[in-house]
């Protein structure tokens, strides 16, 4: 695959529907904060296989903008978020009631890089959301939506796209970022591998009321075979193998993943 940045067309089917991807130059503001010397070294590492600032780019991030983070994690993309907005934006961690202490207090200790950012909570059981409707430019996910899956409620998933979609101005953005499924293979690997198909990422977001706007390739990995005896968790960086067939994973990388834009309907 193509991991430049130039431009490149392809055609993605589902249905009648046609989806032009393209890659697009990251922002000097986006290139600074990926570049930041703020950023830790362990998680720069790993740019090349996460290619944040294409990435960034290819979802529209401007530094101006209210951004929601769905599942912060360790915060490897908060680390370039929420600098990118400091000051001119505003940054917000989208995470269920019992993480929200903990989220909190790992943000505030960053306060000096990070500025003012917000920790905003979201129910599974109901969808319900802090975050006020209608207020959000741009929702995040990246490597969440098999998660969402591997709930015990079957329902999570559609009610959180419910709770993107409500927490999007008209217009808004949702980026979806995960570890791709190939559709040949049996959906029940959604609920255990951490590999999630692409049509199941779409179904979930139609049906919340968003539109396909792109997709792109820049996070795609050829050589993963999605067929790993510890799911996607195999591969670098978690290697839960340890040291069996160490140096096979790690020549494979990271997950093949995919990279979809959605909209809010103006």
């Known amino acids: 695959m193509n991991r430049l940045l130039t431009a490149f067309t392809c055609v993605a089917t589902l249905g009648a529907t046609a989806v032009v991807a393209q890659t697009v130059a990251p922002s000097k503001e986006i290139a600074a ?14 740019d090349a296989y996460r290619h944040p600032a294409q990435t960034l780019a290819f979802f529209g991030v401007k530094p101006t903008q209210t951004v929601v983070e769905f599942l912060p994690a360790g915060g490897w993309y908060a680390e370039i978020l929420a600098p990118l907005v400091k000051g001119r934006g505003h940054y917000i961690a989208l995470v269920p009631t019992t993480q929200a202490e903990r989220t909190r207090t790992a943000f505030a200790d960053k306060a000096s890089v ?40 079957p329902a999570v998933a559609e009610r ?21 499924l190939p559709e040949q293979m049996d959906s029940a690997r959604e609920k255990t591998s951490g590999y999630i198909k692409r049509s199941t990422i779409v179904r979930l977001a139609q049906a919340a009321g968003f539109r396909i ?34 140096a096979k994973y790690a020549a494979i990388g990271e997950s093949d993943r995919i990279t979809i834009r959605f909209v809010k309907a103006r």
Do not use: C
């Open 114 to 153: 990070y500025g003012s950012t917000q920790v905003a909570t979201i129910d599974f059981k109901t969808g319900a959301s802090s975050i006020p409707a209608g207020s959000a430019d741009v929702v995040l996910t990246f490597r969440n939506v098999h998660n969402l899956l591997m709930q015990d409620d």
């Open 160 to 180: 959180v796209f419910k709770a993107f979609y409500a927490a999007l101005k008209p217009g808004g953005v949702l980026g979806v970022v995960d570890h791709r």
């Open 213 to 246: 706007a792109g997709e792109s390739a820049i996070n795609a990995n050829p050589k993963d075979t999605h067929d790993h005896p510890e799911g996607v968790w195999t591969l670098p960086p978690t290697y839960r193998l340890k040291d069996v067939d160490r």
């Open 33 to 46: 904060a990926v570049q930041s010397p703020t950023r830790t070294p362990a998680n720069r590492a790993r």
